[in-house]
């Protein structure tokens, strides 16, 4: 094996050019692959960071007749859920807020969320340092606490081991550090699709709700999220039907809220199928398109082999004819193929990390779980052994025809116009033609899309946009 191994990159080295654009190629596309499985393995394998992540659930209001369909709730209604279902272990509300963070060092805006005391116990996460709000803190002129997270202890406070209990300025308020969250720990996860607000980006400080008199005299001012954790043994659809009970109950009991036309009701949703949202369809699209682009490569790394192959006829029938059988060659010009394709891998996943990182920095506020997104064990697995199909993928056609050389042929100086290079320029006729259906069907998909965006771009907002600004 290692006598293959010397000879497969001795034979490499004697072509750079041929080896390079090679290399480049599967570079490209196994750090396209590598890229989106990464995405696939962040959002659709990998469970939430939380504990027993399947037992929880979000609950979204309705106003059917309106047309509204995935609405935030109000604080009596929270209220109401809170002390009513028994079908949960534990809820909990949320909202984003916006705060700015002020002291020795320049004013910052920060994302932050006000959560209600009993959301990390919900969620089963722990601080890494200090602790979480107790119920008491959830009231107006008790919630003067803050918890912060990992991320910004490091990039703000430069990792401060005394910043517990520290004084915190937020929006001309001040505020005591009492604990630190895990780098692993995101609530609120961006969520999509939910009318009357959508919510988005990374928290870095969360602070105790502290309902006021005006939120909880009004059944209609809505704003916030819940989490719940079902009780062990009990499905979504028995909890649906508990809370159906209760959307029932308050229509007879608050008719001036929820009249007969607007249809009120709730759902509940699992938290990772609220999390994905859209993003399943659109990764699995992602990932057919990836998937052909390697195919293309593969038929165009088989079309340059056997290319090659034909300019190493002779050498091949030398070999035979100094007794090297039909399995050694085989073997030698596989591991040729599977030597580039795992170079190439390499070279993709370094690729594929300077990928992620540009998502990173482009779409954090639009994909979620996007940090969470890296070539962990599993994706260099995943990429290792596509690396090495890839290689025995476009390797195997050459091989086969390298390893049946015409002696006769393949050593006389005309040698070129043999049976075996017939054959071999068939098949590369038919690679050439399976390369060009391939690139058809990403082209059309490519104009589909790009003509979803054109239409999209000139949707009439209702408004003439020019000129016009957004200020924060």
């Known amino acids: 094996m290692l006598q293959d191994l010397r000879l497969a990159l001795r034979s490499l ?86 705060l700015n963070l002020t002291g020795n060092e ?30 008491n803190e959830a009231g107006e002129g008790n919630d003067g606490v803050v918890v912060i ?13 005394e910043i517990l209990g520290k004084p915190l300025s937020l929006s001309g308020r001040n505020f005591t550090v009492v604990g630190i969250m895990p780098a692993k720990f995101e609530f609120p996860i961006p969520l999509f699709n939910i009318q009357g607000g959508q919510f988005s980006g990374q928290v870095d400080i969360w602070k105790p709700i502290a309902f006021t008199k005006d939120e909880l005299q009004s059944r209609g001012s809505r704003s916030y999220g819940i989490v719940a954790r079902l009780k062990s043994g009990v499905t979504i659809a028995q909890a649906q039907a508990e809370i159906d009970t209760i959307a029932a109950n308050w229509i007879s009991q608050f008719p001036d809220n929820y009249s007969p036309q607007t249809r009120f009701g709730a759902s509940l949703y699992s938290l990772h199928a609220q999390v994905i949202g859209g993003m399943r369809t659109a990764l699995w699209i992602l990932s057919g398109a990836v998937a052909l682009v390697l195919l293309i490569a593969c038929a165009n790394l088989t079309t340059m082999l056997l290319a090659r192959a034909g300019g190493r006829e002779r050498e091949f029938a030398i070999r035979v004819a100094l007794g090297a059988g039909r399995m050694q060659l085989l073997r030698q010009t596989l591991t040729e193929s599977v030597l580039l394709a795992v170079i190439g891998g390499l070279a993709g996943a370094l690729l594929a990390i300077w990928g992620l990182d540009l998502l990173r920095a482009i779409g954090t506020q639009t994909v979620p779980r996007l940090a969470e997104a890296n070539l962990d064990t599993r994706v260099l697995f995943v990429t290792l052994l596509v690396s090495v199909g890839t290689g025995i993928l476009f390797g195997l056609i050459p091989a086969l025809a390298s390893g049946n050389p015409e002696l006769t042929e393949a050593l006389k100086e005309g040698g070129r116009g043999s049976t075996t290079g017939v054959r071999r320029n068939r098949v590369r ?28 771009q000139n949707v009439d907002p209702g408004f003439n946009p020019k000129n016009v600004l957004t200020l924060e």
């Open 13 to 98: 080295l004697h072509t750079p050019g041929f080896s390079v654009v090679a290399i480049i190629t599967v570079a490209l596309a196994i750090g396209a692959n590598t890229a989106v499985f990464s995405l696939v393995n962040a959002l659709l394998i990998r469970p939430l960071p939380y504990k027993a992540p399947n037992e929880l659930v979000l609950l979204w209001e309705k106003f059917s007749g309106q047309g509204l369909d995935v609405i935030p709730v109000s604080a009596p209604e929270y209220l109401d859920y809170e002390k009513q279902t028994r079908s949960f272990t534990g809820i909990a509300a949320f909202d984003y807020i916006n």
């Open 106 to 135: 320049m004013a910052e805006r920060i994302q932050g969320a006000v959560v209600a005391p009993s959301l990390f116990s919900v969620l089963g996460v722990e601080p890494l340092k200090g602790r979480v709000f107790s119920a």
């Open 149 to 161: 997270s990992e991320r910004i202890w490091h990039r703000r406070f430069n990792s401060d081991p």
């Open 429 to 456: 006729n038919a690679l050439v033609v399976g390369e060009v259906a391939l690139a058809l069907v990403l082209l059309i998909s490519a104009g589909l899309l790009m003509k979803s965006f054109v239409r999209l």
